[in-house]
């Protein structure tokens, strides 16, 4: 027995920052939350050099996947350019060499926290969506033991309760973001906060996404051609947000989820969220040859 | 800003390897290319210390043993690694995890040869409406006896590996014999 | 071009580190001495929290944060992730403890003695304003006792097990490796008890202290008494491959035995933590005595106060709203003005807006 045979070199950093033995189990876990679509799989959840929910289960699942040849894309809101995109996008590129771009259309790994780009995914490529709390029956039931027996049970029942009330007392479901989905007709997962504008755009989708809860140590998958069904009722349809008529003032584009900027003078104009798909209408309106993919939603409506 | 950091051949080796296992659950059927032939690179890729295997030979189980995993009856393993799948009847002893926690459910990873033999019929997630595909090298009434064992979500994963080339079928996966 | 892409966010941001740092100035090495020295509660609270035994660290963790104590624990948490595990140390036991400061409120007095050790307990909480106006506050020397109290004392419990007071503690033979690690693998309820003295061993201690003085104050079943009190520095004995075992150095603990008198027998409820914090062990003790048979959702449940108490996970989940919500909130937005238009709509026709509002229960297939 040497010394050399019991230890490895020493290194300052392992690659991608989490050592071999966390990036084996959050392997072991993704492939187990990708078998059983829309299920919370419990891992350890590493502390890493950022704050907890911040993006941290987002993190360390792009940390295992990352190779100095994955083209990553990191958006917060829609906006490559935000501070805490940018902040992981910097962390990322430096533990990995990996390339970075803003374009949807060359990301082989996005990470994204609150939206999906409006340019369709391929099959190529994974989506990784930060979770604030990965567990839809929250609302209606804070401890996680009990909801997790609810998700053993398939025990819905107070969730469509919680939805039918609103319907009653505001004439609609009040559900922002985070809208409730069925994934494969078992497991009722929270797609992220994302709007719900973005909620059909994981549904029998091309790629691959993975939603991974830092903080609350678990991890969720939607593999590709999976179902994913926003809970509603027969009678009362599922509702985008009504986005479909707004035109970025920048970009001149119409069709999109928009933010809105309120005015001193009390009315609001309005801006693509998703900056790059902006930014590139902007350079083709300049002349520059620029490459648009396809979307999701053409003219406001959400294609096949 | 310091320079950028290279990954060893190891981390190289075991992250294409995990590339090829996620994608191959992910898209049931599809075959995708490991980067180097065999299971071992498999082991490397996902068994550690915190694992419990069972190893169909010897050499499968010294080489998954020192990586710090425990090893098994095939009933207590998390991870189990045969080179063939002897009788159906050992699927009905692989652990499927539980209602409660699905996540505890087995990986089986076998040795077969695909693109011949035995014709299916995939259905199910991760799957464009179906998919057929062959698979030889397992013993008959292998589909049948995982049909029967299954209770989604409970069950188990498959990586079928031929060579360097790996087939996955979640427990999400209709496997229908054509 | 009307879009700045990336740039804008990255400037901001390092601009932004450069503005905190440059509050605090140059760190040097002094400075971490200086803070090693003069604050040891102070490292052994941010230690504790942290799990991670280093004062050098933890020193050098409050200097590149100015003292932000969350700050600090996620700094020394994130290193702690990319250490190897090179060894898993031999069990502590109390009665090999070295032991500083050891009280009891069960007896007026126990085998091997109350020992008062370092504490400002009986202090007069005064200000020394004199070291602001020029003088040095120097404190007075400490004069050794004629009979030094033992190093090494069996535990206030065990004597009470051995006359049949409490059910001695059943030790956990599991050894090395297989010791569930709550760094390691997930916390899942109910808890293995591995993971429950680890999590609270890293707890927060103004959370381990709210939560643990909710139950003190009623909202827990048991009430405490301090069975005994230590602070001690317990031996880190480590096997080398040749199989020699050696002590490797020594850490501070700290560790809190609370009972519940009610039952027919007393009952246990245990807390150690790495670094001297009398406060939070004595809590923490408090919610382990009170989590049998809590109900869910009370403060003294186990998954409550384990959750809870976690510093590094609340602080930054605390912290997390400070970041864009935007598109969140615009998708409320817009639910919101379509409820109102609804609801203005109703009003103004409220016969036909009751004949399309009738959903069912029944859920799409």
């Known amino acids: 027995m040497t010394l050399a045979s019991l230890t490895r070199d020493w290194e300052p950093m392992a690659y991608g920052f989490l050592d071999a033995s966390a990036k084996r189990e959050i392997r072991r876990k993704t492939l187990k939350a990708i078998s059983v679509p829309g299920c919370q799989m419990p891992y350890a959840s590493r502390e890493v050099p950022m704050a907890r929910g911040w993006g941290t289960g987002g ?168 179902k994913v069904e926003p809970l509603v009722f027969d009678d009362v349809p599922y509702k985008v947000e009504e986005h479909a008529h707004l035109m970025c003032h920048r970009s001149g584009l119409k069709g999109f989820f928009m933010n809105e900027i309120p005015q001193a003078d009390g009315t609001s104009i309005h801006e693509v969220s998703d900056s790059d798909l902006g930014v590139k209408a902007i350079h083709r309106t300049e002349g520059a040859p620029v490459e648009i993919g396809a979307t999701w939603y053409e003219n406001g409506e959400m294609g096949q | 800003m310091q320079t950028a950091p290279v990954p060893s051949d190891f981390e190289t080796r075991t992250n294409a390897t995990y590339d090829a296992l996620m994608w191959a659950l992910s898209r049931p059927g599809l075959i995708r290319d490991l980067p180097a032939p065999g299971v071992e690179g498999v082991i490397d890729a996902l068994i550690d210390r915190e694992c419990a295997v069972h190893a169909g030979t010897p050499d499968l189980c010294a080489y998954a043993a020192q990586t710090g995993a425990a090893i098994v009856p095939l009933a207590k393993a998390d991870h189990v690694i045969l080179p063939d799948a002897q009788t159906p009847a050992m699927l009905r002893d692989l652990r499927q ?82 | 071009m009307a879009y700045v892409a990336t740039r804008g966010g990255e400037r901001a941001i390092e601009q932004s580190q450069r503005l905190f740092k440059a509050e605090m100035g140059a760190i040097t090495p002094e400075r971490v001495a200086e803070l090693r020295a003069a604050l040891p509660y102070l490292i052994d609270r941010v230690m504790g929290e942290a799990s991670l035994y280093d004062e050098d660290l933890a020193a050098l963790a409050l200097a590149q944060t100015g003292g932000e104590m969350y700050e600090a624990a996620l700094l020394l948490r994130a290193w702690r992730t990319t250490q190897p595990r090179l060894q898993v140390a031999q069990p502590v036991t109390q009665d090999a403890l070295f032991t500083h400061r050891r009280i009891s409120a069960a007896f007026k007095d126990i085998p091997g003695g109350q020992v008062l050790g370092p504490t400002l307990d009986y202090s007069h909480r005064i200000l020394a304003t004199e070291v602001l106006t020029g003088d040095t506050h120097t404190p007075a020397p400490v004069e050794p006792a004629a009979k030094p109290s033992p190093a090494r004392q069996p535990s206030v419990a065990a004597w009470q097990a051995e006359n049949g007071l409490l059910d001695p503690a059943v030790p956990d033979q599991t050894l090395g490796n297989d010791i569930p690690d709550v760094t390691r693998e997930p916390l899942l309820f109910p808890a293995k008890r591995a993971h429950t003295l680890q999590s609270l061993a890293r707890a927060e201690t103004g959370g381990a202290l709210a939560l643990g003085y909710a139950a003190q104050r009623g909202y827990g079943q048991a009430h405490p008494t301090v069975n005994e009190l230590r602070l001690a520095e317990a031996e880190i004995v480590v096997e080398h491959p040749r199989g020699t075992r050696f002590s490797a150095g020594r850490v501070k603990i700290s560790q809190a035995e609370v009972v519940d008198k009610k039952g027919a027998g007393l009952r246990l409820g245990f807390s150690a933590t790495m670094g001297w914090n009398e406060v939070k062990v004595i809590a923490a003790a408090t919610l382990d005595l009170n989590a049998p048979g809590a109900p869910k959702g009370a403060p003294t449940e186990e998954e409550f106060f384990l959750y809870h108490t976690e510093g590094v996970e609340a602080s930054g989940f605390c912290i997390h709203f400070k970041l864009p919500h935007y598109v969140t909130f615009q998708s409320s937005l817009d639910a919101m003005r379509d409820a109102k238009a609804k609801a203005a709509a109703q009003q103004a026709q409220p016969a036909e807006a009751d004949a399309t509002e009738h959903p069912t229960t029944e859920p799409a297939q």
């Not at chain 1, 590129?93 to 409006?118: C, F, K, M, N, Y």
């Not at chain 1, 107070?158 to 409730?180: D, K």
Request: hydrophobic share 40%; charged share 20%.
């Open chain 1, 59 to 226: 993190l360390q699942v792009s940390c295992t996947l990352i190779n100095p040849t994955t083209r990553i894309k990191v958006i917060d809101q829609g906006a490559d350019d935000s501070v805490n995109a940018a902040s992981i996008r910097r962390f990322l590129a430096r533990v990995s060499g990996a390339p970075t771009t803003t374009d949807t259309l060359e990301a082989d790994l996005i990470q994204s926290r609150h939206r999906i780009p409006e340019e369709r995914l391929r099959e190529d490529q994974v989506l990784v969506l930060q979770v604030p709390n990965p567990e839809p029956l929250r609302p209606v039931q804070p401890n996680m033991s009990i909801a997790r027996q609810m998700h053993a049970d398939a025990d819905y029942g107070r969730m469509w309760l919680q939805l039918y009330e609103q319907i009653v007392r505001a004439g609609r479901v009040m559900q922002g973001a985070s809208y409730p989905s069925l994934v494969n007709g078992r497991f009722v997962m929270t797609p992220s906060p994302i709007p719900r504008w973005d909620v059909p755009k994981l549904h029998m989708a091309k790629h691959l996404t993975l939603l991974s809860a830092g903080r609350e140590k678990r991890l969720h998958a939607v593999p590709p051609f999976t």
């Open chain 2, 97 to 178: 995890g539980s209602d409660m926690h699905p996540e505890d459910g087995a990986t089986l990873i076998l040795i077969a040869t695909l693109g011949t033999g035995q014709a299916l019929r995939l259905t199910g997630p991760g799957v464009d409406g179906h998919i057929d595909v062959r698979v030889d090298g397992l013993t008959d009434g292998f589909w049948q006896m995982r049909r029967d064992v299954m209770r989604y979500p409970m069950g188990f994963e498959i990586f079928l590996i031929d060579g360097s080339r790996v087939m996955g079928l979640p427990r999400s996966t209709t496997v229908e014999v054509l």
